[in-house]
């Protein structure tokens, strides 16, 4: 019978009627197979088609039902799966930038105790060498000691500069001074098997830029050529000046006529395609495998030459090496030379409150300032500074005060005894970032701050600069910080 039945629906259905089929779909609604079925029975009920005929529409009916429904779970299926792709690409990338604020958060707190830290150690260290013959076995034991403390002053910075906390601070300098300063690091950092190669102009003009960041600028592009060249390559850095017309600025975005200094690192890596070209200064762009690279370094890169007024471009083919060419704003001034080593810093009498909440930060500033001739008052808060303040009866020539301190600030501390003691000079110290210290508005222009670690002749000069002022000039300094 089924033999019989099948044939005959086809054959039904074949001679249907445009008609029919068109009334059939016109009086129904493709919603779900259910319903499909349950009108056509409602409908051969009613006798108003041949069941024949009915029964292969239903077939074709049933089928296209099926099929819209199956077109339809595919393009549901397929937008939850674009959703879910992009909602975990998105995650990843949040839980990225945490993960990467948390890791800078921690480096920036870091510094912070590290420079604490390294003010007692490099500090008690150039006392101890002020007390020692510099031949003896002693003298050379803290040499040792007082060089390690200084590489870990090194260390706090490149923490602050990793956690991108550092204020930008532009001078007029060489970039040539920069490279060659960075030159033993960067051997160390690329490794033997790669060679070194400089190639700096002499003649080379200043520029105004960050020297911290301008070493940034190039030890990520360093790290980056590393890594292009697993074997051995060379990696070279070139200096000179450019002029750019308004020809190649007007086929490179961003960038602006005039005279330029060149900075050029080149290596003999792997090379880079187009595609990779276009997104290397993407925010956690990285082509190296997990774990390797934060896909931060070359969009740092980026922020500092833009920030710095300048332009960055990048050249490179699969196989045949990568260069990258940053052009900074050449400066009309020449490099400000370092300045020459002073004699020892003059001796005092007068009377310094000292205000600092870690002990052997207190220790080793009382022991400097003491040991030049000055009177030292302590205190470890802002509450116990006011209460000795109040207490003492002869003048206080100068607060040295910590910035971020439990209980009352820095800041706030200012304040209070100025209104008391309206010649008092202030002097600021922190081991915190400039952005912790800026929130408690000491990092304004003119405002007599001195960060941690200094060296001894560095805390002796500062002091002595602000005791020199004439009162006019101090209170400039002091109100400029709205203390």
């Not at 779970?73 to 939850?80: E, G, K, S, T």
């Amino acid at each position: 019978m089924a033999r019989v039945r099948f044939p005959l629906t086809i054959l039904a259905f074949a001679n249907l009627s445009a008609v029919a089929i068109a009334a059939w779909l016109g009086n129904i609604h493709i919603v779900t197979l259910d319903r499909v079925l349950a009108t056509a029975f409602e409908r051969i009920g009613r006798r108003e088609l041949d069941e024949i005929a009915i029964a292969a529409a239903v077939v074709v009916i049933a089928f296209v039902a099926d099929q819209i429904s199956g077109v339809r779970r595919a393009r549901r299926n397929a937008i939850v799966t674009a959703q879910a792709t992009e909602l975990a690409s998105v995650t990843n990338q949040l839980q990225h930038a945490q993960k990467m604020e948390a890791i800078g958060r921690l480096a920036a707190g870091v510094a912070h105790d590290f420079n604490n830290l390294l003010t007692a150690i490099n500090g008690f260290s150039e006392l101890i060498l002020d007390e020692v013959d510099e031949d003896s076995n002693v003298a050379h034991d803290v040499r040792e000691i007082l060089g390690a403390g200084r590489s870990a002053t090194t260390l706090t910075r490149q923490l602050l500069a990793f956690s991108r906390k550092q204020q930008m601070k532009a001078e007029v300098l060489s970039i040539n001074t920069v490279v060659t300063h960075t030159d033993g690091l960067l051997r160390r950092l690329i490794g033997e098997q790669i060679e070194l190669v400089l190639r700096l102009d002499p003649s080379v003009r200043a520029v105004s830029a960050d020297p911290g960041q301008l070493e940034q600028i190039i030890m990520n592009i360093a790290v980056n050529a590393r890594d292009a060249m697993p074997g051995d390559g060379c990696f070279t850095i070139e200096t000179a000046n450019v002029t750019l017309d308004a020809e190649y600025a007007s086929c490179h975005v961003g960038a602006a006529p005039g005279e330029y200094v060149m900075l050029a690192m080149s290596d003999t890596g792997v090379g880079m395609d187009p595609a990779t070209q276009a997104r290397i200064f993407e925010p956690f762009f990285t082509t190296k495998e997990d774990g390797r690279g934060t896909g931060l370094g070359l969009s740092t890169v980026y922020g500092i030459v833009k920030q710095s007024g300048g332009s960055i471009w990048v050249y490179s083919e699969p196989g045949h090496g990568t260069t990258i060419k940053v052009y900074l704003p050449a400066a009309d001034d020449a490099p400000r030379e370092a300045p020459a080593p002073g004699g020892a810093p003059a001796r005092g009498t007068e009377t310094v409150l000292v205000v600092e909440d870690q002990s052997e930060v207190r220790g080793v500033t009382q022991a400097i300032l003491e040991r030049q001739g000055y009177t030292v008052l302590e205190a470890t808060r802002g509450d116990q500074a006011l209460a000795l303040a109040q207490s003492y009866s002869q003048p206080i020539h100068l607060l040295l005060t910590d910035v971020v301190m439990p209980g009352m600030n820095g800041s706030d501390l200012a304040l209070a005894l100025r209104a008391e003691r309206p010649e008092m000079r202030v002097l600021y110290t922190s081991g915190y970032t400039d952005e912790a210290v800026r929130r408690h508005g000491v990092l304004e222009p003119g405002v007599p701050f001195i960060q941690k670690p200094s060296s001894v002749a560095g805390l002796l000069a500062k002091v002595r600069e602000q005791l020199d002022l004439d009162p006019d000039q101090a209170r400039r300094c002091t109100s400029s910080g709205n203390v």
